[in-house]
């Protein structure tokens, strides 16, 4: 099924094309005309956000980059730093290039409704984000997976939380940590390489 492009991700994928051809990217309101989209909710706010680059090739999506931020951003600011920052300095990753633009796709992903869990089990797959913080051996962890995550993969809670620790970049069971848990919601906004070079 095609997704509908939104102009906050086509505002990314502007960010990470500005960067690679050394121009000038065009505005937010260029792109809210284009698609016919009233960002008047967006104006005037902050948001936390992360911005996730995938390739698709037969219809199969794989991460290519994704940073974000927790800080509350103002919106045209925060996607045009986190779409180069996840588009050219995720460490996993060699920084993209003109070549794969094709195969791209932008997924903007807006965080809101922050809610400190009772337990590391108060939260549901597929509809929560969650992060984590936590002590071990003396040194302080903490990692983040966005709300689509755990449901991609099929994980199960406990699943999530141990894949989770290993992202943080602990080697312990679950049961041998004091784990504080954030749960959050996160809206995501969309756009492929097809339909962003149309705008």
């Keep these: 099924m095609a997704i509908s492009p939104s102009p906050i991700a086509a505002l990314a994928f502007e960010a990470l094309w500005a960067k690679l051809n050394k121009t000038a990217p065009r505005p937010l309101s260029y792109f809210a005309d284009k698609l016919s989209t009233d960002i008047k909710p967006f104006e005037n706010h902050k948001f936390p956000l992360f911005v996730t680059w995938n390739t698709v090739e037969a219809g199969e999506h794989e991460l290519r980059g994704c940073i974000g931020t927790f800080a509350p951003l103002e919106l045209e600011k925060g996607l045009a730093r986190f779409a180069i920052e996840s588009g050219f300095h995720d460490t996993r990753f060699a920084p993209i290039s003109k070549a794969e633009l094709p195969q791209l796709q932008c997924e903007v992903t807006l965080l809101s409704n922050f809610t400190q869990a009772d337990d590391m089990w108060d939260w549901t797959v597929g509809e929560h984000g969650i992060r984590i913080a936590f002590d071990y051996r003396g040194s302080d962890y903490g990692a983040t997976f966005l709300p689509h995550v755990a449901s991609e993969y099929n994980w199960t809670q406990r699943q999530t ?34 339909q962003y070079k149309n705008l």
């Excluded at 970049?169 to 097809?194: F, P, Q």
């Design 161 to 194: 939380l141990e894949q989770l620790v290993r992202k943080a970049g602990a080697r312990a069971k679950l049961e041998d940590l004091d784990i504080e848990l954030t749960r959050y919601d996160g809206k995501v906004y969309s756009i492929d390489w097809e």
